[in-house]
Every structure is written in C-alpha cells, then in structure tokens.
C-alpha cells in the first residue's frame, strides 16, 4: 500500500506497476501521479530493486537515486533496496544531549548489493553534522563491523553520503573500490568526534 502522505515527494516507478495493483490500490496511485512529482522508469532493467515503485523523501534521496538507476552506473552493481524510514533495518545509536543519554535507532536509506559486498548507504544533506548524525556514524560502524566479525557470507559497507560526495561514490561504485573509500562527510564527522 502507498503512503498517503505525498507532499514533497518523488515517486519512481516501474511502467509494470498499474498493471499489477489491486484496484483499491490503484485508485490511490491514479492520485499520487496526479499530485507527485514522477519518473516512470520505462527500461526496468535499469531498475535493479524487487520493488516496482519508491517514494524519496528528500531532495538528497531523489538525487542519489536518480544516479543509482541511471544507465551509467546500474550495470555496476546487482541489485538495491531503498528502505522505508521505520521498520526495515533498524541500526541503534546513543549521544549524549545535554545531561542526559538519548537512545534511537534509524533505517539506513539503501542497501546495493554488488557481489559479496552489501553497501548500506545513510543520506543526508552536506552540512549534516550534528551530534546525533555522529552518533549514528560512529554506531553504525561499530554495527556493522561486528556483523562482519560474525559471518564470511557478506562483506557491509557502511557510508554516510552528502550531495557533494555522489559524483566520487559513483565513480568509486564503477570501479569496485568502496572499501577504503571514505566520504567528506563521514571525514568530518569523524574530526567532530575527535572533538568531543
């Protein structure tokens, strides 16, 4: 089922996806094209998700997507999953605010699987630098290098990405080289937590 919350999205979309809608989800879909900004993604292939639409929230999400299934760089990877905001992959985090703890958890926005290699990928905007956004960093690296720790079958690779860092990541994701690649923001998120 589609959220019905549309404002301020983008929805990308297979051709394939009216055809197969339960007619009272497709009347709601019939709505969202009307009232959403849209792109109809006619070549699936280059559409390399088990899902057949995908709402981005924001202005980053909307432009690291349209790169991802650009024909340019999905022939460099084998599939991907745009995750819903909550309750997909829940990473938790802490940092302290003010005198006291605080504990959350967060849905990293992509998953790409390319071979072995499952690249989680968290969007923000550049200048993304709170305490809370280093507090994720920190403790999604710390997640997933203790999930490496614990199984062969996969190797995650977790990145934090602004708008300035996608023409590199790009590169780098056609070239097969993420594993020592290292974003600007996660670089300065790392300095902060220096700081601290």
Known sequence: CF?????????????????????QELSLFEKMLEE??????????????????????????????THLISGTHSQHFDSFIKSPDKGFYSVPYSYKKGTHMKYGSFNPDFFIMKSRQVIVVEIKDDNEDSRETQAKMRDAL????????RQSTQQYIFLILGKSDFELFFNQLDRGNLIQYQSEIMDRLKLLLQDN
């Not at 919350?5 to 055809?19: D, E, M, V």
């Not at 006619?42 to 390399?48: D, H, I, N, Q, Y």
């Not at 710390?142 to 720790?149: D, P």
């Open 142 to 149: 710390t997640h997933f290098a203790e999930l490496n720790s």
């Open 3 to 23: 959220p019905v919350t549309i404002n301020a999205r983008k929805l990308f979309y297979t051709s394939s996806l009216a055809r197969n809608l339960p007619p």
């Open 36 to 65: 959403s900004d849209i792109y109809e993604i006619e070549e699936v292939a280059l559409f390399k998700s088990p899902q057949m639409a995908i709402n981005a929230n924001h202005s980053p999400e909307k432009k690291f997507l």
